[in-house]
T-cell receptor, first 121, second 112 residues
Framework: GAVVSQHPSRVICKSGTSVKIECRSL??????MFWYRQFPKQSLMLMAT?????????EQGVEKDKFLINHASLTLSTLTVTSAHPEDSSFYIC?????????????????FGPGTRLTVL | GENVEQHPSTLSVQEGDSAVIKCTYS??????FPWYKQELGKRPQLIID?????GEKKDQRIAVTLNKTAKHFSLHITETQPEDSAVYFC???????????FGSGTRLQVQP
């Protein structure tokens, strides 16, 4: 149980274009999803927290107009990188958790997607 | 906000030896401390976690200890194997801020 998928796994785009990344919880309802960014040989840095049906909460220094997050259902959150530039090239990872917990879920535990490698040329 | 510091940044051990990675946190409200193993280009994998009402937890060769007073927690891997080689991250979260704050990572190399 507790499987999170992410699509696409890898994307290469031209500077100035927009890229959408999907994060899905496959076997549980994710009341909260988190988006992280990881640069090479660095740690995971939280970008934003999204709760189903409400606006995302962005971390300081993360531009909400550039990184659009939508959490329209309990199983899907999307991150759109708008007007991408080479400095946006990174590994983007989502995670999901359930506030309700459950038979196999812990209140605190987060389940990570496989990540999306974004390369902006 | 929460700040998590992790040491060492790199650790090389001989196969069969033990490895210890240490983390400190700043927010006394933090109550959940997971440890993740990440291989290159892959997602972080939870290997063990501990909550603030417990001082120690063990799962086969892996153990975690937590000192709430000193605000530090440690990962212990015994009888290391080459397949333990990876980057390990500690993290912390609190009831008020469920997002994880990660440490900077430790690159563990187990020499055969």
């Amino acid at each position: 149980g507790a499987v999170v998928s992410q699509h696409p796994s890898r994307v290469i785009c031209k500077s100035g274009t927009s890229v959408k990344i999907e994060c899905r919880s496959l076997d549980f309802q994710a009341t909260t999803m988190f988006w992280y960014r990881q640069f090479p040989k660095q740690s995971l840095m939280l970008m934003a927290t999204s709760n189903e049906g409400s606006k995302a909460t962005y971390e300081q220094g993360v531009e909400k107009d550039k990184f659009l997050i939508n959490h329209a259902s309990l199983t899907l959150s999307t991150l759109t990188v708008t007007s991408a530039h080479p400095e946006d090239s990174s590994f983007y990872i989502c995670s999901a958790s359930s506030r309700a917990g459950g038979s196999f879920l812990s209140y605190n535990e987060q389940f990570f997607g496989p990540g999306t490698r974004l390369t902006v040329l | 906000g929460e700040n998590v510091e992790q040491h060492p940044s790199t650790l090389s051990v001989q196969e069969g030896d033990s490895a210890v990675i240490k983390c400190t946190y700043s927010d006394s409200a933090s109550n959940y401390f997971p440890w993740y193993k990440q291989e290159l280009g892959k997602r972080p994998q939870l290997i063990i976690d501990i909550r603030s009402n417990v001082g120690e937890k063990k799962d086969q060769r892996i153990a975690v200890t937590l000192n709430k007073t000193a605000k530090h927690f440690s990962l212990h891997i015994t009888e290391t194997q080459p397949e333990d080689s990876a980057v390990y991250f500690c993290a912390a979260s609190s009831p008020g801020r469920r997002a994880l704050t990660f440490g900077s990572g430790t690159r563990l190399q187990v020499q055969p």
